[in-house]
């Protein structure tokens, strides 16, 4: 993890299109957070959780923010493929998630015994490396928007959005990429904002129960 976050500071001040790096590390925060809540309890089969601010509940509701993420940056053409490094690592910080704590192996509300606290705090500091990579992510996708390094398919951006431009209409029809435009960019970095902040009140000890869900339209988390 901390070669990732050396890997990701390294990417700011890169000139390459690192877009296909930013989505992997995406998906890295995806299953952080996730594997993380968890291991301290939650159900993320759930639509949402109760407690959304604090706790296991803020883990879930992080993940669900790097899950949009993702998807938003899936939303780009990817014309260069990630940087090996960033690439291997991530696939070996996801196994390591997968043997220390497994999604399908949720904890009840029994106290950590040593081995789980060591297990817990390894967890931890990696969603807050994710935080930090989240801010220097945030900066290289700031980057590639100012530079205008960013595509989309034009036949794949909102019909509201190409309907307001002659010139994008004529890139739908005609199955082009184009410039991602400056209303999708800012929507893209507000994920990143909101990911950058770590979760507010991470507890190291299992909630009392389990987590009950809510009346909410946040979808369940999937780990693909």
Do not use: C
């Amino acid at each position: 993890m901390i070669r990732l976050r050396q890997a990701t500071w390294e990417l700011a001040g890169d000139r390459s299109d690192a877009l296909a790096s930013l989505r992997t590390m995406a998906a890295l925060g995806v299953a952080v957070h996730a594997h993380t809540a968890a291991f301290h309890g939650a159900d993320l089969k759930a639509p949402d959780t109760a407690s959304a601010d604090r706790g296991a509940g803020a883990l879930v509701t992080h993940a669900r923010t790097w899950q949009r993420l993702h998807h938003a940056l899936s939303e780009f053409a990817i014309l260069t493929p990630p940087a090996t490094s960033i690439h291997d690592d991530a696939a070996a910080a996801a196994r390591l998630l997968r043997e220390l704590a497994p999604i399908e192996h949720r904890r009840g509300s029994a106290p950590f015994t040593s081995a789980e606290r060591q297990i817990a705090a390894r967890l931890n500091g990696a969603v807050q490396v994710m935080a930090d990579v989240a801010v220097h992510e945030g900066t290289t996708f700031d980057r590639l928007a100012r530079a205008g390094l960013l595509y989309m398919p034009a036949p794949t951006l909102p019909r509201d959005l190409v309907s307001e431009h002659p010139d994008l209409a004529t890139a739908r029809l005609e199955q082009r990429l184009v410039h991602a435009p400056d209303v999708i960019t800012a929507a893209t970095a507000r994920l990143y904002a909101e990911v950058a902040a770590h979760p507010i009140g991470v507890s190291a000890t299992p909630p009392v129960g389990p987590l009950t869900a809510a009346s909410t339209g946040s979808s369940p988390i999937t780990m693909a």
